[in-house]
């Protein structure tokens, strides 16, 4: 398992620009399973993150849209879209990351080194079936879910009150 991590990781073309490939080794050999859990799971988090940022800023704009004076009070979210790229240039998607990644780096990190260590004590060396998959699926997003409520918390307002001002 642990060469194929290292084939999937060096196969990155961001991994070779940014001069990590020379550090794959050390990330594979010298860091425990769990530390690699976490490590992962906020890659992961980043990309996830930097690839539906432009949805989450349309739903949350979608969600705190005030009715229009005209009485037309619908807007679709491709008329939204496109209304951000033509006063906010395509980068406006991408307002407000800071927040998001606040939230998934961490938050999914927590959620796979969780999920490691749910299997590594009460699995041992066996499959789940798949009702233990969901049980430990479930755990795992509620122990992430706990942790990171403050942040969302956090997240949340400062996205109502940044967008109330645009």
């Known amino acids: 398992r642990g060469e194929c991590m290292m ?3 060096r196969s990155l073309w961001w991994v070779e620009l940014l001069g990590f490939s020379q550090h794959l080794c050390v990330f594979h050999f010298k860091m425990h399973p769990v530390l690699k859990a976490f490590v992962c799971g906020s890659i992961s988090g980043t990309c996830s993150t930097l690839l ?3 949805l989450d800023l349309l739903k949350t704009r979608l969600q705190t849209l005030q009715p229009s004076v005209n009485g037309s009070s619908h807007v679709g979210m491709i008329t939204l879209l496109f209304k951000v790229v033509r006063t906010e240039s395509l980068l406006g998607l991408w307002k407000g990351v800071s927040p998001s990644f606040a939230r998934c780096i961490p938050g999914v990190g927590i959620y ?3 999920l490691y260590m749910i299997k590594q004590q009460f699995l041992l060396d066996r499959s789940p079936t798949a009702l233990e998959s969901v049980l430990l699926g ?3 997003r509620s122990v992430a879910v706990i942790c990171m409520l403050p942040v969302t918390v956090v997240k949340t307002r400062y996205e109502v009150i940044f967008l109330s001002l645009f």
């Open 112 to 114: 796979f080194s969780t």
């Open 138 to 140: 479930s755990t795992s």
């Open 52 to 54: 539906f940022q432009p």
């Open 7 to 9: 084939r999937l990781l």
